[in-house]
């Protein structure tokens, strides 16, 4: 049996979901309606993939991705307006209407996740790596009008384009501030 736990206060949302990774060769290992029994039963499976709807009985997406936060990863599937209410590290978003590869693609990488990732704990930064980091992010924010998401986001994909780590990515972008070059 597959790690998938499918959480949707709506039993016609449940079926959709469970007919879907049936059709895909999956199987879900637990149905729930409430984020407390998500929590439960995501804990209880050891990198576990959660999907679920925005609101749960009892909490959102996001607060139960904080909840099992370094346990499972989390794939909200709703409304484009929603997703952009959830944030989190181990949260996965899909817009609805979503396609049926997208949702396969989403899962397999969810999955990879969690069997790697999620067991180890990440590097702690240096304290000035995160200073400077901080500080690249508030430039993009100021400059360029962008969230803190957004400019994370930013030097996230510019340091895995140039092969680079993400604190020389981040001085490349506050020495370009400080000389005027961006």
């Known amino acids: 049996m ?51 709807g925005f609101h749960l009985r009892g909490m959102t997406a996001a607060d139960l991705a904080a909840a099992l936060r370094g346990r499972a990863a989390v794939l909200v599937i709703s409304t484009a ?4 209410l959830c944030d989190g590290e181990n949260l996965f978003k899909l817009a609805t209407p979503a396609r049926r590869a997208d949702f396969f693609s989403t899962l397999e990488l969810m999955q ?6 999620f067991r180890r704990p990440a590097p702690e930064r ?4 995160q200073r400077l980091i901080q ?18 986001r930013f030097l996230q994909k510019r340091s895995m384009d140039a092969g680079a780590k993400l604190t020389d990515t981040a ?6 501030y400080s000389r005027g070059a961006l």
């Open 2 to 52: 597959d790690r998938i736990v499918v959480a949707f206060p709506n039993d016609e949302a449940q079926r959709r979901i469970v007919r879907l990774l049936e059709s895909g060769g999956f199987s879900p290992a637990r149905l729930c309606a409430t984020g407390a029994e998500a929590i439960r039963a995501a804990s209880k499976l050891d990198g576990a993939a959660v999907i679920c």
């Open 81 to 84: 307006a929603n997703l952009d």
């Open 112 to 117: 990879s996740f969690a069997a790697g990732n």
């Open 126 to 129: 240096r304290e000035e790596d």
């Open 135 to 152: 500080r690249a992010k508030e430039l993009l924010m100021d400059v360029n009008r962008m969230t803190e998401a957004e400019a994370h």
């Open 171 to 176: 001085r490349r972008i506050v020495d370009a």
